[in-house]
């Protein structure tokens, strides 16, 4: 299995528990991981030959986390195409918005718009439905990590 950058963004403290939660987990299941810290992320393009995995809430109206927003920036601003990324996405966020989880969707665009490729489907977890947004993220993992390891083997 490729290593995983785990990088997240949040306002309250959920979705950096999750990240917490899932960098523990994967680290179980013998995988490499390295969990970003949201002030060491001011350079950090992901490598193409790791694998990705953005875990980030919305604040505002559909806006990303004052942590997260100037890597969104600088990706945005400055990174190169990505074609051999593999990522995926985890946005926490509340279903009585409109912008429910915009934060997740803008990341999963903007990767998209770089080339890189999404391994499953993007996990929207909503706090009107879970007081325990780690445990959904806990059932997604365990059918993500097959696919990252299938994906993994490709990118040799
Ligand atoms: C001021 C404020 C604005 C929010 N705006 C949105 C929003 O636009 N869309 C959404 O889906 N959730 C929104 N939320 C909900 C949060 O994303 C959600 O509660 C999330 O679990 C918080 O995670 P965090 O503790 O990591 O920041 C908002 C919450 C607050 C307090």
Redesign the pocket.
Known sequence: MKKINIVFG???????YVAETLDTALNDAGCQVQLWQPEHLSDFVPPEDELLLVVT???????L?DNIAPWFIMMKDRAPYLPELHYAVIG????S?D????GGKQIDALLSELGAKRVGERLDID?CETME?ETEALQWLKKWLPLADSVSQQIG
Request: glycine share 20%.
């Open positions: 949040s306002v309250y403290g959920s979705a950096q809430s919305t604040t505002g109206d559909g806006d986390p926490l966020g509340d279903s918005y912008t429910f989880c915009g706090a947004p």
